[in-house]
């Protein structure tokens, strides 16, 4: 129980996401000064495979790729596109993303993480389409496109916290990646709980590859300083679950046990 006690102790720091900031310069409070509460219990959400989720998925890469090509052959001289078929696709989208939302609201996890990750997705493709429109000098489309990007990244964190705080270590390692490399407020502290949590979530689930890809990920992430990484390397080099996971760890002790967990 206690390699699940990181995973569960995350569910307290990721329900603070359900309130995160719109836009990029929001004001306040940055997700990790906000209050946090320590749960009392270890769960890690079991391994599943929904199949209607996953059919919707599909549909909504497909429909997406389609508006992709006919967005581009609109911006593109001499290029026929269908505008009708635009439509469709776009409207395929939006009734997809509506009804994984209603499933996470329900409670399927699996419909979250889809859900958050398609909402990130879209907003990173505002993003970096924002940019080429001011530099088109068109600033009224960029003004909507940095809209739509607050917009998406609210919805994504929300979702992807849903399942995060089931301990669903997909939505952990998305989300602290999400929010490590967050501008111009990265939240450093909580990614490093959501990265600890996505590696002892796939430890927990047998899944080796995946929870030594997501200490990879959390050692680009952090600083080198960061006591969770001891945590995480304990685990990883020998299977050993984290004795005081929400304790800090001072350096000289930091160092102690790297040394003994090295290699």
């Given at each position: 129980?206690?390699?699940?006690?990181?995973?569960?102790?995350?569910?307290?720091?990721?329900?603070?996401?359900?309130?995160?900031?719109?836009?990029?310069?929001?004001?306040?409070?940055?997700?990790?000064?906000?209050?946090?509460?320590?749960?009392?219990?270890?769960?890690?959400?079991?391994?599943?495979?929904?199949?209607?989720?996953?059919?919707?998925?599909?549909?909504?890469?497909?429909?997406?790729l389609v508006a992709l090509k006919e967005q581009v052959c609109l911006l593109t001289r001499g290029c026929v596109t269908d505008e009708g078929r635009l439509l469709d696709a776009l409207e395929t989208c939006k009734r997809v993303e509506a009804d994984l939302a209603s499933r996470a609201d329900s409670g399927n996890l699996e419909a979250a993480l889809v859900r958050g990750l398609i909402a990130l997705r879209m907003a990173q493709s505002h993003s970096s389409r924002s940019l080429d429109e001011i530099n088109a000098q068109l600033p009224g489309a960029a003004v909507v496109l940095r809209r739509r990007w607050a917009q998406e990244t609210q919805v994504g964190e929300r979702y992807l916290s849903i399942a995060a705080q089931q301990g669903q270590p997909q939505a952990c390692l998305a989300l602290a990646e999400h929010l490590s490399a967050r501008v111009p407020q990265p939240e450093a502290k909580l990614a490093s709980h959501l990265f600890l949590c996505a590696v002892t979530g796939f430890d927990a689930r047998g899944d080796r590859a995946g929870a030594i890809d997501a200490f990879s990920k959390m050692r680009a992430a952090l600083r080198p300083s960061d006591p969770l990484l001891v945590n995480a390397h304990v685990l990883i080099y020998r299977l050993q679950s984290p004795v005081r996971p929400w304790q800090q760890v001072e350096p000289a002790e930091a160092m102690a046990v790297r040394k003994a967990a090295s290699p």
């Amino acid at each position: 129980m206690l390699r699940l006690a990181t995973a569960l102790s995350l569910a307290g720091l990721v329900s603070v996401a359900l309130c995160c900031a719109t836009a990029a310069h929001a004001k306040g409070p940055t997700l990790a000064e906000r209050h946090v509460s320590e749960p009392s219990a270890a769960r890690v959400a079991p391994l599943s495979a929904d199949a209607d989720v996953e059919a919707l998925k599909q549909r909504h890469e497909a429909a997406f790729l389609v508006a992709l090509k006919e967005q581009v052959c609109l911006l593109t001289r001499g290029c026929v596109t269908d505008e009708g078929r635009l439509l469709d696709a776009l409207e395929t989208c939006k009734r997809v993303e509506a009804d994984l939302a209603s499933r996470a609201d329900s409670g399927n996890l699996e419909a979250a993480l889809v859900r958050g990750l398609i909402a990130l997705r879209m907003a990173q493709s505002h993003s970096s389409r924002s940019l080429d429109e001011i530099n088109a000098q068109l600033p009224g489309a960029a003004v909507v496109l940095r809209r739509r990007w607050a917009q998406e990244t609210q919805v994504g964190e929300r979702y992807l916290s849903i399942a995060a705080q089931q301990g669903q270590p997909q939505a952990c390692l998305a989300l602290a990646e999400h929010l490590s490399a967050r501008v111009p407020q990265p939240e450093a502290k909580l990614a490093s709980h959501l990265f600890l949590c996505a590696v002892t979530g796939f430890d927990a689930r047998g899944d080796r590859a995946g929870a030594i890809d997501a200490f990879s990920k959390m050692r680009a992430a952090l600083r080198p300083s960061d006591p969770l990484l001891v945590n995480a390397h304990v685990l990883i080099y020998r299977l050993q679950s984290p004795v005081r996971p929400w304790q800090q760890v001072e350096p000289a002790e930091a160092m102690a046990v790297r040394k003994a967990a090295s290699p």
